[in-house]
């Protein structure tokens, strides 16, 4: 990774995992579980954008505009396919009507407030502001072979998980499916114009892996999973295969996820293989415990054939012993399953840290000698306040 960061204003987490009576990980006394919020707020909506509607709801929009449903047509195949931002370059529109579909149908949602690059250009972390100012993040990451989109689904999250900065902000509302979708088109227009170092290219891989807890915003998030891979000019025509969906373990959910039918994969953060840490770290665990989580992921790599991605952040001296390599090695051994391994990025002044290095490589060790594969995640973005939320939270300051 590179040594050095890029920061452009646009427009003019970690400590010791604690008990809920502030007391660390493991010290006696009373612990009540903390605590959790899935219905968010009620706050003013984002207004409506072509990417909220499906191709039906879009023809009957703009026929309700006194035009031609094929209109609807014209202004995806702009949006999706040509990403254009720009009403002057939809010369296919006659001007007329042009600004009033436009304002109508494709009206702007998100201010980038920060950008912070790193890797040569190639990491490109971005701070947006939506209609009601509040602030939310998204990562476009290229490598040689692929570029990745990162994208928030909520504007803070619920899950109240101790060693995330996302998580300690709390929850302020969910976003759109058009203020998801978004996302992954600014990271889209930002490749094929040629604005990220490599040549021109394609988002090719989506991750809900930023802000917010996705399945907590469940109808949204499903939205915004069809008008991704929906085919252009429905939508943006990536793969299914190519998106990610993350949870920290909403075990209903994850059923409905998958009697959705959906290729896309499914990660769960982990973080501990027993329920006594994982109640800690993972406050959800209070309500689905460990077995019940992986139950619900095994039943959806059964009916999507999708090998299950396992999120482990390693935290020193936490969650980072050789036994818990060993407990989760014997949970995770002969399913469809892969694990990542996270080095922690702490957010500023905190107590937890990423393991050691030979803590790491002992940890890695241990699960292959159990058969399950394991990566250690590639830690992009440590310099640019990569760890979730950090950049949000600074912005915001």
């Not at 987490?13 to 502030?22: E, L, N």
């Not at 007329?96 to 920060?114: F, G, K, M, Q, Y």
């Not at 959806?300 to 999120?311: F, L, N, T, V, W």
């Not at 490589?361 to 394991?374: I, N, S």
Request: net charge positive.
């Amino acid at each position: 990774m590179s040594s050095t960061t890029n920061s452009r204003p646009v427009d003019g987490s970690t400590g010791t995992p604690a008990a809920a009576d502030g007391s660390p990980a493991g010290s006696e006394g009373a612990k009540t579980p903390p605590k959790l919020v899935f219905a968010a707020p009620r706050r003013a909506k984002p207004p409506r954008h072509l990417a909220d509607l499906t191709t039906a709801e879009r023809r009957a929009a703009v026929a309700e505009l006194g035009e031609k449903p094929f209109r609807a047509d014209q202004l995806s195949r702009h949006y999706f396919a040509r990403l254009a931002d720009d009403p002057a370059q939809m010369t296919d529109l006659p001007a007329a009507i042009r600004e009033r579909l436009v304002a109508d149908l494709l009206p702007p949602l998100l201010t980038p407030v920060r950008e912070l690059d790193c890797d040569g250009g190639t990491t490109l972390k971005t701070v947006w502001k939506a209609f009601d100012g509040v602030l939310f993040e998204s990562v476009l990451m290229r490598y040689p072979d692929r570029a990745t989109m990162c994208v928030s689904s909520q504007a803070g999250c619920g899950m109240n998980c101790p060693f995330c900065a996302t998580g300690q902000a709390g929850l302020t509302r969910n976003l759109s499916t058009a203020e998801i979708v978004e996302q992954v088109a600014a990271g889209a227009r930002a490749l094929a114009r040629g604005r990220i170092p490599g040549g021109p290219g394609r988002v090719s891989n989506i991750v809900f892996m930023g802000m917010g807890e996705p399945l907590a915003n469940y109808k949204t998030v499903l939205g915004a999973v069809r008008r991704i891979t929906d085919p252009a000019p429905a939508g943006l025509g990536i793969s299914q295969r190519s998106v990610t969906v993350s949870t920290v373990g909403l075990v209903p959910a994850i059923e409905k996820l998958a009697a959705e039918d959906l290729s896309v994969r499914l990660a769960v953060s982990l973080h501990a293989p027993d329920d006594e840490l994982r109640d800690e770290l993972v406050p959800i665990n209070n309500r689905w415990k460990v077995a019940e989580v992986l139950d619900a992921a095994w039943a959806y790599a059964d009916r999507s054939g999708r090998r299950i991605s396992i999120e482990y952040a390693l935290i020193k001296d936490v969650n980072d012993q050789s036994w818990r390599a060993d407990l989760l090695g014997r949970l995770l051994r002969g399913h469809l399953v892969h694990v990542n391994l996270i080095p922690l990025n702490p957010t500023p002044g905190s107590r937890w840290t990423a393991s050691r290095p030979q803590d790491e490589r002992e940890f890695v060790r241990r699960l292959e000698a159990h058969g399950v594969p394991v990566t250690v995640r590639d830690t992009r973005g440590r310099e640019i306040d990569g760890a979730c939320g950090q950049l949000a939270a600074a912005a915001k300051d």
